[in-house]
Structures are given as structure tokens and as C-alpha cells.
């Protein structure tokens, strides 16, 4: 059977539809990443090109390695008081961030 992927809208119109996780909106299990994966941020950030494609690829990647195996998204544990060196480091050492802003984010959860 065949997959048709229905396109956004707007100027986005020459993109598929995707959820944030860049899965097809009406296509469960398919995932799309390089530059067909632009919809998501278009206007916003480097994901339709090469910048942008590794860390669209890593982060796919890890979507699928946690649906499908169960395997945690990485993350990191430090003591409260080395947050501002902490941050200070992934500011400066971050490059998806940089790249995917406003669409790639870390999250910090204090307290667990």
C-alpha cells in the first residue's frame, strides 16, 4: 500500500505535514528527516540544511530508539551548585541548540 503525504499549508505548502517529532501526521511509524523535515522550522531555524540535518537525524534517531526499544533519552545528573557552570558549558559547547534554536531545547529538572 501506498503512503501520501499530505503538505502543510501557507508558504510551508511545499513540506509535509509533521508532528514535533517529525513524524507524518497522517502516517503513523513514518518518520521524514534533511530537508522535507523543514515544515517544523521553517522561517526559524537551520533544519533544512546541512546545518541542520545532523541534529534532525540524531534527534529521529532518538525518538525512535525510545518508541520502539525503550531506551531513556540521555540525559545528565549534577549537583545544584554547579548549575551555573553546567550551563555556562552547554551554552558555549551546545552546537544543535545553536543551530535548531527555538526548536531544540534542553530541559532542566531540579529537585530529581
Same mark, same amino acid.
Not at 57 to 69: G, L
Given at each position: 500500500?501506498?503512503?501520501? @503525504?499530505?503538505? &502543510?499549508?501557507?508558504?510551508?505548502?511545499?513540506?509535509? #505535514? @509533521?508532528? +514535533?517529532?517529525?513524524? &507524518?501526521?497522517?502516517? !503513523?511509524?513514518?518518520?521524514?528527516?534533511?530537508? &522535507?523535515?523543514?515544515?517544523?522550522?521553517?522561517?526559524?531555524?537551520?533544519?533544512?540544511?546541512?546545518?541542520?540535518?545532523?541534529?534532525?537525524?540524531?534527534?529521529?534517531?532518538?525518538?525512535?530508539?525510545?518508541?520502539?526499544?525503550?531506551? +531513556?533519552?540521555?540525559?545528565?545528573?549534577? +549537583?545544584?551548585?554547579? @548549575?551555573?557552570?553546567? #550551563?555556562?558549558?552547554?551554552?558555549?559547547? &551546545?552546537?544543535? @541548540?545553536? !543551530?535548531?534554536?527555538?526548536?531544540?531545547?534542553?530541559?532542566?529538572?531540579?529537585? #530529581?
Amino acid at each position: 500500500r501506498s503512503v501520501r @503525504l499530505r503538505s &502543510a499549508s501557507g508558504f510551508k505548502r511545499k513540506y509535509p #505535514l @509533521l508532528k +514535533p517529532n517529525y513524524e &507524518a501526521k497522517y502516517s !503513523q511509524g513514518l518518520f521524514v528527516i534533511g530537508t &522535507a523535515s523543514h515544515s517544523i522550522d521553517f522561517r526559524k531555524s537551520a533544519g533544512g540544511f546541512i546545518h541542520g540535518f545532523r541534529y534532525t537525524a540524531r534527534t529521529v534517531y532518538r525518538v525512535m530508539e525510545n518508541r520502539y526499544h525503550h531506551i +531513556p533519552w540521555p540525559s545528565t545528573y549534577h +549537583p545544584i551548585s554547579q @548549575l551555573p557552570n553546567v #550551563l555556562l558549558r552547554r551554552i558555549n559547547e &551546545a552546537s544543535g @541548540l545553536y !543551530q535548531m534554536f527555538g526548536i531544540l531545547v534542553d530541559v532542566i529538572l531540579p529537585g #530529581l
